[in-house]
């Protein structure tokens, strides 16, 4: 006889422990496709997806971070690259939710948490420290971006962020040809 089918209780546990572990994988599947966070709606496939929600999510760290630039940094030189990062990634954001609009797909509206605690660690530094902080932290975004944009622009299933991708890299090795600059002359 089946210990499950021979006690009731156990069975009910049984149950019980399996609804747990469903509703909590359901839990995380739903943390993780927070749509403050996470490109949503539509029906543009995973990777397409995750390469509208990484971009959106550069453009409003690189804008967030350079209106820091504009406040807490000391250098012309930064508070001048951050100006054209405000520029340039209102731009591309505006150019991406264009697109992405009448897919049905809507970006993320606010920064993860990992993004969120990288400006609010420049939030904390003025003067030569965030000089410093802010263009270290604008390589290696732009490394990133620029890494990402090449992928899409040479891999992506969607023929219009594939091209919007193509476009946009161009600027975005630019401004990382900026930063290492900048980070050069700092030392």
Do not use: W
């Not at 030569?128 to 899409?152: G, I, P, R």
């Not at 091209?163 to 930063?179: C, D, E, V, Y």
């Amino acid at each position: 006889m089946n210990i499950l089918t021979s006690n009731p209780f156990h069975l009910r546990a049984l149950i019980g422990a399996v609804a747990l572990a469903v509703g909590g994988l359901c839990g995380v599947a739903q943390a993780a496709a927070d749509p403050m966070t996470t490109a949503t709606g539509g029906n543009l496939p995973g990777n397409e997806r995750k390469f509208v929600t990484m971009a959106a999510m550069s453009d409003m760290t690189e804008t967030k971070a350079s209106e820091l630039a504009q406040t807490n940094g000391s250098s012309q030189a930064v508070k001048d690259y951050g100006k054209q990062m405000i520029a340039d990634h209102e731009k591309t954001s505006t150019e991406l939710k264009g697109i992405v609009g009448p897919k049905s797909v809507t970006p993320p509206a606010t920064l993860d948490k990992p993004h969120q605690d990288s400006v609010d660690k420049l939030s904390k530094l003025s003067g030569n420290d965030f000089d410093k902080a802010y263009v270290k932290q604008m390589v290696s975004d732009h490394k990133s971006a620029v890494s990402l944009f090449e992928k899409e622009s040479k891999s992506g299933k969607d023929g219009e962020l594939q091209a919007f991708a193509g476009k946009s890299l161009p600027t975005l090795q630019n401004h990382l040809k900026m930063a290492q600059d900048m980070s050069a002359n700092m030392k």
